[in-house]
């Protein structure tokens, strides 16, 4: 039992290490896309981690069932709502945020010329989103 | 061991008014939706902790409903919510 009760204790801390960077990502992210993906998943690796360590304390099979029921469906809902948000942004023609020029300068210099990537690689593509209009 | 889902809750309440605080700084309507979507995962999660801490055998169907409602919420901001003139979110770092 109080091996039981200690693993609990250390998913829930797991657990919380996992919202509160959920938190951080939401306040001090970029841009929108960079901030909805700090909710949908560093949050949702947080629930999996409490809804384990409740699991182990369930008395009943039935309570483990909804515990699991309960995760699955957050896991669902929030990826659904991730992508109708971001897609609407994106349609929106809303641009997602890349690093400052004078960062990006700096690191094409430190690399050899060989490994340079093309510069538009990974940025926004203003004729891919007139497409998905 | 009731007193560590109590303070795990009261943490998760803090990380959830930290989260809110978003809101104030006033962003557009959608990074607003994104702090009231923070019930969905860490709502639930308070709701679980603290019906655990507190012997609630309710707490589950409360948390089942928040995560409803949370998946409600986001597709009726998505298809209703969401004035066209909007102003682009902002970039800032």
């Known amino acids: ?133 | 061991m009731s007193v560590l889902y109590l303070s795990a809750a009261v943490a998760l309440l803090l990380t959830i008014v930290l989260g809110l605080g978003h809101v104030f700084r006033q962003p557009g309507r959608a990074d607003s939706l994104l702090a009231a979507l923070l019930f969905g995962s860490t709502g639930v999660a308070l709701v679980l902790v603290l019906g655990q801490g507190l012997g609630l055998a309710r707490a589950l169907d409360i948390a089942l409903v928040f995560a409803l409602l949370a998946a409600v919420l986001g597709v009726a901001f998505v298809l209703r919510g969401w004035p066209d003139d909007d102003p682009k979110e902002d970039s800032k770092p």
């Open chain 1, 1 to 133: 039992m109080i091996a039981l009760d200690v693993l609990t204790g250390v998913l829930l801390a797991a657990a919380l290490f996992f919202f509160v960077s959920g938190t951080v990502g939401l306040l001090r992210f970029p841009d929108l896309y960079s901030r909805l993906h700090a909710l949908t998943k560093a949050d949702n690796v947080g629930l999996g981690f409490t809804v384990l360590a409740l699991m182990l304390q369930a008395e009943r099979g039935s309570e483990m069932f909804k515990l699991g029921l309960i995760w699955v469906l957050v896991l669902a809902a929030s990826a659904t709502v991730c992508f109708l948000i971001g897609n609407e942004a994106y349609r929106r023609g809303q641009k997602p945020w890349t690093s400052p020029p004078h960062d990006s300068r700096r690191r094409q210099e430190a690399l050899p010329s060989a490994l340079n990537a093309p510069s538009h690689v990974g940025g926004y593509d203003e004729t891919k989103a007139r497409r998905l209009t």
